[in-house]
C-alpha cells in the first residue's frame, strides 16, 4: 500500500512539474508577472486555509454569544438585527430563543417542538394567538426542564405554534422568575 501511495505522489510531482514547466516556458517573456500571478494564488489558498483554521475564532467575533456571569445573572448581548438571543436546553436539546418581552408565553416554532422530542401532529391546537403574521393556532404543552448554564427551571408551561415561526421566543411566562430584566450596555441582563 505504501509503494502505490509513493508511486502516486511521485507521478502527481512529474505532471504537476511539467505543468509548471510548461507555463514558464510559454510564459518566458512575461516570467516577473507569471511570478506574480503565482504569488498571488498562493497568498489566496494560504487566507482560505487561515479562515477555516480560524473560523470558530471569527464567528464568536462576529456574533458574541451569552454569558452566564453568575448563578443569578445572565448577560446577552444584542446581536447585530437588534434582537437578544439565547441558548437554552430544552428537555436536553440546546434551543436558540428570541427574548421577547412583548410575547406573553414561552413558544416554541413546530421545528424546535419537534427537535425535543414534541409529537406536533398529536397536539391539540386550541389556543389563539395574535401575531404580527395575522391570528394563528396554539397548542398548550409543558416542557420538562429548560437550563441556562447553571440555572434549571422544571415543568416550564410553553405554547406551540401551528403558523410559521423562524425560531421560539423567550416570553413573560418565563422571564419573570428573574428578579430584574435590564437593557445596559448593549447588553440584556437577567437577573434571578
Request: aromatic residues 8%; hydrophobic residues 45%.
Amino acid at each position: 500500500m505504501q509503494q502505490f501511495d509513493f508511486a502516486h505522489l511521485t507521478y502527481l510531482v512529474i505532471l504537476g512539474s511539467a505543468i509548471l514547466l510548461w507555463f514558464v516556458v510559454q510564459n518566458r517573456e512575461s516570467i516577473g508577472k507569471l511570478m506574480q500571478q503565482a504569488l498571488v494564488w498562493v497568498l489566496i489558498f494560504v487566507g482560505g486555509i487561515a479562515v477555516v483554521g480560524l473560523w470558530d475564532d471569527i464567528r464568536q467575533t462576529v456574533r458574541p454569544m451569552q454569558s452566564v456571569v453568575s448563578e443569578n445573572q445572565i448577560e446577552l448581548p444584542r446581536a447585530p438585527d437588534g434582537h437578544y438571543y439565547m441558548t437554552a436546553e430544552v428537555n436536553g436539546v440546546p434551543l436558540r430563543f428570541v427574548v421577547d418581552t412583548g410575547a406573553s408565553q414561552v413558544v416554541l416554532s413546530q421545528s424546535d417542538a419537534r427537535s425535543v422530542g414534541i409529537d406536533t401532529e398529536e397536539l391539540a391546537y386550541l389556543g389563539r394567538a395574535f401575531t404580527a403574521n395575522g391570528e394563528v393556532r396554539t397548542a398548550t404543552i409543558e416542557l420538562e426542564t429548560v437550563e441556562i448554564g447553571p440555572v434549571r427551571h422544571e415543568d416550564v408551561r410553553a405554547v406551540v405554534n401551528r403558523g410559521e415561526m423562524n425560531g421560539s421566543l423567550l416570553g413573560m411566562s418565563y422571564l419573570q422568575r428573574f428578579s430584574s430584566i435590564e437593557i445596559t450596555g448593549g447588553k440584556l441582563v437577567l437577573t434571578r
